[in-house]
């Protein structure tokens, strides 16, 4: 019991000397829900959406990290934009350490020519961090023998939560057959710190970009029940604050099945440190795309500095996407974007 609470401790003291150099959790399933990678991306399925994503990492420690997020967006009849909002939720420590965010999302876009189409997307809201330091054990409740022998009379009052605005911004071109993006996110460096007012919140640059392979009704699903038989290599990189990472993978789409394949941190020297590479792990993706419905669960296999001793991670996905059909036919035809959203 005493090692359990030291260790939480412990992991309190880290977060919060070390928050200057804070990053956002990141998923293994970077397409599944699109608008959490660029806020440009809502409402371009030209639905109603609905996602839900649940992500539980090092499962094999006494405190994993565990994320959850609710999204949603909607394409605006008639025009080309669309709005969405999303809530997320990490926590670590059994919810001591507690990360939870809101935001809405705006995108709208222009059909440059036939083959290419451009969007951008505004994205606003808060984040709150809280720190339970009540649920700690602290020296003055110790007694010689190491038992638990009252209330503390520390006072964390003060700051044990901390709220910030947010706001990010985000950019794709679409070709018929591939795209590119650029995504940022805290572009207005909030202040993160629980005490002090010297620590802010590094903005997050996202570079991303894939390249369909369209073997069958890649394009688009104007037909309902027509299946899809694509592929689809992609890279991400993203920037934020002292720490890099490059990413790439492959998704499968032989529908109703889907596989995929990532290589997380490709080994590029630390921006701090030339002798560290940040190679992180490979994630392995499986799900079904059945009509309106999407499932997919991920494992990432750590191969970084703490291999797998950890336990990797793993991910599941569940999204909904309301069409309007009539006579099994898409009534507004819309133009089909290639990305493979799952």
Known sequence: MLFKNLSRSLAIILVISLNAFAQDPQRSQYYAIPMELNPAYVGTSKFFSAFINYR??????????????????????????????????????????????????????????????????????????????????????????????????????????????????????FHENYWVGIAGDHLNNPDQSFITNESKLPAKIVFHGGYKFAFINANGRVKKGLKEVSLSPMMQYKLQGPSHQWDIGAHLIAEPVIFGVWYRGIPLPSFERSDILNQDAIIFIAGLKMDEFRFSYSYDLGIGPLYNSNGGAHEITLSLRFGFYKWGIIKSYPKMLPMPIL
């Open 56 to 173: 539980v990492q090092y499962p094999s420690l006494e405190n994993e990290f565990i994320s959850y997020n609710f999204s949603g967006d909607y394409h605006i009849k008639n025009t080309n934009s669309g709005i969405g909002l999303s809530i997320n939720d990490d926590n670590f420590g059994d919810g001591i350490v507690r990360s939870s965010s809101f935001a809405t999302m705006f995108s709208t876009g222009v059909e440059l020519n036939q083959k290419y189409s451009l969007r951008f997307g505004l994205k606003a809201g808060l984040i709150v961090r809280s720190i339970g330091f009540s649920d700690l054990i602290y020296a003055d409740q110790l007694d010689a023998s190491g038992n638990v022998s009252g209330p503390s009379s520390e006072n964390f009052e003060d700051f044990g939560r901390k709220t910030m605005a947010s706001v990010g911004s985000g950019a794709v071109l």
